[in-house]
């Protein structure tokens, strides 16, 4: 079975300064892990997906992520926040199931960003 | 490309109503999906599909009905509705060959309010 611990609820910080966003996974197969950010009122957009390819992930606006198997994390990173980054932000395993994806998503990490 | 789009955007009916949420996808997707997500949680599965006229249950389907009768459109019936199914609702679509590893596309949901 497959499960996913998003380990903040909410992450706060400046404009200009880091983000982190922590994830950890759990998976009895080799995962495809996601990050999905979801604007006020809006639906859900990929941010950015590993696939056992790089396991540094590139993304859009300037995210993204490392997959380390040893430490079972997929956290999400961007050197420079900006205004529009806040958002809720998903992390999602999908593993090898019969007839359809599974997607397992976390409970959500809200991003908020002050000037 | 619209990609995938749901109406109604929000709705409110009252208990032991009916009503049908729409979605349509333009990417001539093979797999559809209905998700519910409560708040601070993550999304959940309702049902999904791999092609017009096959559907099957996900997680959470109970008093929930689905039909697909064109690769399009994969309408979600509530028949009965209940305050426990006030809820956000996501319809997304994936190509359906590379399974646990593809990229699901969503549409931007109906909130749906049951008093």
């Known amino acids: 079975a497959q499960s996913v611990t998003q380990l903040d609820s909410h992450v706060s910080v400046s404009e200009g300064t880091p983000v982190l966003l922590r994830c950890n996974y759990s998976s009895s197969y080799s995962p495809s892990l996601f990050w999905y950010v979801q604007h006020p009122n809006k639906g859900l957009q990929l941010l950015l997906k590993y696939t056992s390819a790089a396991t540094l992930v590139k993304g859009i606006n300037g995210f993204e992520a490392e997959f380390k198997k040893s430490e079972t994390s997929f956290h999400l990173t961007k050197p420079s926040a900006h205004m529009s980054d806040a958002a809720e932000y998903f992390c999602v395993v999908s593993a090898p199931n019969t007839g359809f994806q599974k997607l397992v998503f976390g409970t959500g990490t809200r991003l908020l960003v002050s000037p | 490309n619209a990609g995938v789009t749901q109406t109604p955007k929000f709705r409110i009916l009252k208990i032991g109503q009916s009503m049908t949420l729409q979605c349509t996808q333009d990417m001539n997707h093979n797999y559809m999906y209905w998700y519910r997500q409560d708040p601070g949680m993550g999304l959940k599965l309702i049902y999904y599909s791999v092609g017009a006229g096959i559907t099957d249950k996900g997680e959470v389907p109970n008093g929930y009905n689905v039909s697909r009768s064109t690769t399009e459109d994969f309408p979600l019936r509530l028949e009965l509705a209940a305050p426990s199914q006030t809820s956000v609702y996501f319809c997304?679509?994936?190509?359906?060959?590379?399974?646990?590893?593809?990229?699901?596309?969503f549409g931007p949901g109906t909130r749906l309010l049951v008093l």
């Open positions: 997304a679509s994936s190509v359906g060959l590379h399974t646990y590893q593809e990229t699901q596309y």
